[in-house]
């Protein structure tokens, strides 16, 4: 069984670029969510989707957003990048439980994004 | 807020030692609480998943427990390996998707 693929694994931009990062989860599993790990601030929640609607975002700036197409792949972008944008980005995958919980969390290996 | 706290921030011990990791959260309202290891540069690897109404899991030479009363979770691991060496993290979610990671534990197991 496949694990959770993204895309790229690293990347390089310039300050003011913009980059869009790619997750392919389990298959089978419809909610996909996205964290940020700095050496500083260390592992931060960005949004989690299911079923193409965002069902909770963390507290970031609206240059962070994400979107789920059909079938549950998701895409995260980041728009007018800052250099501390520089870091790993990781991407989950679940199943959602009866009653809306969300199970046990697959990740990634991420993609790691360098700003210049 | 949730705020998850893991002590120590690093570990070193010799190999075939029993260790314990800590891990507390001060909102005890919680679904479930996560246990993952990430080697250097790498993705999360899931360890243990205990949901709110148990208190323990086991997974070969590892065990975790949950005291949600006392806001604490606790993982053992018995009879450490070198391969054992990476940062541990712990994951609490309060919510549908709220979840919130203490800063982990960096350990090194030595031969």
């Known amino acids: 069984k496949a694990g959770v693929t993204q895309t790229p694994r690293y990347l390089i931009k310039t300050r003011g670029q913009q980059v869009t990062l790619s997750c392919s989860p389990i298959?089978?599993?419809?909610?996909v969510s996205w964290y940020q790990q700095t050496p500083g601030q260390g592992l931060q929640f960005l949004f989690e989707y299911f079923s193409e609607t965002q069902r909770n975002k963390g507290n970031f700036p609206g240059r962070f957003s994400g979107r789920q197409f059909s079938n549950s792949r998701s895409e995260m972008n980041v728009s007018t990048l800052e250099l501390g944008d520089s870091a790993l980005y990781l991407c989950?995958?679940?199943?959602?439980?009866?009653?809306?919980?969300?199970?046990?969390?697959?990740f990634g290996e991420g993609s790691r994004l360098t700003v210049l | 807020k949730q705020e998850v706290t893991q002590i120590p921030a690093a570990l070193s011990v010799p190999e075939g030692e029993n260790l314990v990791l800590n891990c507390s959260f001060t909102d005890s309202a919680i679904y479930n609480l996560q246990w993952f290891r990430q080697d250097p540069g790498k993705g999360l690897t899931s360890l243990l998943l205990?949901?709110?109404?148990?208190r323990e899991q086991t997974s070969g030479r590892l065990n975790a427990s949950l005291d949600k009363s006392s806001g604490r979770s606790t993982l053992y691991i018995a009879a450490s390996q070198p391969g054992d060496s990476a940062t541990y993290l712990c994951a609490v979610r309060s919510g549908y998707s709220t979840l919130t990671f203490g800063k982990g534990t960096m350990l090194l197991v030595s031969p």
């Open positions: 205990i949901q709110s109404s148990q």
């Open positions: 298959s089978g599993h419809r909610s």
């Open positions: 989950a995958s679940s199943t959602v439980l009866t009653g809306g919980n969300t199970g046990e969390l697959f």
